[in-house]
């Protein structure tokens, strides 16, 4: 009889087990603080922490399911990469008088994603990870659909390695945030222009700081928006 209950103990113990493993693999996987600065003069910045739980997805890719860590301003996403680190994918949603509003898009992978949906930092170069610098520029065309007009954006990146010493002194480096940053990590700073070649100041539209190897990027900066990610001590 002893053996028939501790049998049984162990068959209702394995679910359990099971759940708690599927919950390990599926903790979060960054940390990002986000400083927004109001639209009104005079008012102060206000920080939003993100976790980006990433989740395996087998043979399709991977997701990030994102949300705000304190639930202060009432939005989501869920993040669908290839399994190359392209982003495919973008369901973002908000909240619209008590009702959950997703707006649900598609990207070419082959082309930067610049998200215009939602205030989360998910941005994404779309290039081949771990990063690798690039010595050239590289030139896209995107489209953006509203209503029933299509706008062409024309978009350059480029790629410039900057010293510790500049990334400091723009705010791109927080020693509080990111004190497991290696003192001797080569930085590269990606920025993505919007404007014709002829033209003489494209519009700045995003900075994102990496280093060699890494799989997300450490810094990124938005209209309105200074994100970092949270480095382990």
Partial sequence: MKRYFYFLFI??????LHVTAVKAENEFSYAIVSEYQSLVPGRSVNNVHWRFNQQNLGADGFLFAVEDRDQKVGCRAEF???PVWALEQADCFRWVNDEEICSANQYDSAKPVLLSDTIIPGDWLNRPLPFVYGTTKREFV????????????YLTIQDRQI????AVSEGMIRPDLQPGLSASANLYLVEITRGSSN???PELLLRQLWTASGNFWIYEA???RRSWRVLKK
Avoid: C, D, H, W
């Fill in 142 to 153: 995107t489209y953006e659909q509203v209503g029933t007009a299509r706008f062409a954006s």
């Fill in 199 to 201: 033209q003489s100041q």
């Fill in 163 to 166: 010293s510790r010493s500049e």
């Fill in 80 to 82: 669908y990469f290839s």
């Fill in 222 to 224: 938005k209209s309105g």
């Fill in 11 to 16: 068959l209702l113990l394995i679910p359990l």
